[in-house]
């Protein structure tokens, strides 16, 4: 069965500079989330879309940014970056129609900040 | 508002002993609970999920969960630790937000298999 497609898998910047993560959510799931995990850390809900719209907004800082496109696909961007930001980010997606509702995870996406 | 308290941060078994990892929350809602397990450096896999079905819930790999109500509680057990199960495990609740749900994690407990 097909899953949620992060990538990159692994992401390596200089502070200060620009990343964009991807995720590809579970066909006819119309629902994605992102979490940010830093070492040791539970996941950190950061921001979600429900049919390209934003549903919810969790502590996501202000130089980054998400969106959801038509396709459901989702990026999220990460400008001016910080060593603070290095953290395993998971996308995850739902349907609304689902009568569990639950979360489907990616594999993640390692950003490391130099 | 929802929340999850996980009782043990770190949890050590031996081997073929049971399991026990234990999970409080709050709600003012029918909740939804779920518990994850995740692997080192890998994703959250579901292990089991309450939706007001079923009180006794039974999961992958030989897990299973209780809800109790009256004691606000959804217990993760298992009859025998394998080393495979060496892992961190989350406990979720959701919560309706505008149509769609909001997930909120406890701080997760990390189990240690001893040989």
């Known amino acids: 069965a097909a899953g949620v497609i992060q990538s990159p898998r692994h992401l390596i910047k200089e502070k200060r500079e620009t990343a964009t993560l991807k995720c590809y959510p579970i066909?006819?799931?119309?629902?994605v989330y992102w979490y940010q995990q830093g070492p040791g850390q539970d996941p950190q809900f950061l921001i979600s879309?429900?049919?390209?719209?934003?549903?919810d907004k969790g502590s996501i800082p202000d130089r980054f940014s998400a969106q959801q496109f038509s396709d459901y696909h989702s990026e999220l961007n990460m400008s001016s970056l910080e060593l603070g930001d290095s953290a395993l980010y998971f996308c995850?997606?739902?349907?609304?129609?689902?009568?569990?509702?639950?979360?489907?995870f990616g594999e993640g996406s390692r950003l490391t900040v130099l | 508002a929802q929340s999850v308290t996980q009782l043990d941060s770190h949890v050590s078994v031996s081997e073929g002993t049971p399991v026990l990892l234990r999970c409080n929350y709050s709600?003012?809602?029918?909740?939804?609970l779920f518990w994850y397990v995740q692997h080192p450096n890998k994703g959250l896999q579901l292990l089991l999920k309450?939706?007001?079905?079923?009180?006794l819930v039974k999961g992958i790999n030989g897990f299973e969960a209780e809800f109790k109500k009256s004691e606000t509680s959804f217990h993760l057990t298992k009859p025998s630790a394998h080393m495979s199960d060496a892992a961190e495990y989350f406990c979720v609740v959701s919560d309706p937000v505008s149509g769609t749900y909001k997930y909120i994690f406890g701080t997760g407990t990390r189990l240690k298999v001893l040989a």
């Open positions: 066909p006819r799931h119309d629902t």
């Open positions: 995850a997606s739902s349907s609304r129609d689902s009568s569990g509702g639950e979360l489907f």
């Open positions: 879309f429900y049919e390209k719209m934003q549903s």
């Open positions: 709600s003012s809602y029918s909740p939804s």
């Open positions: 309450y939706t007001s079905a079923a009180t």
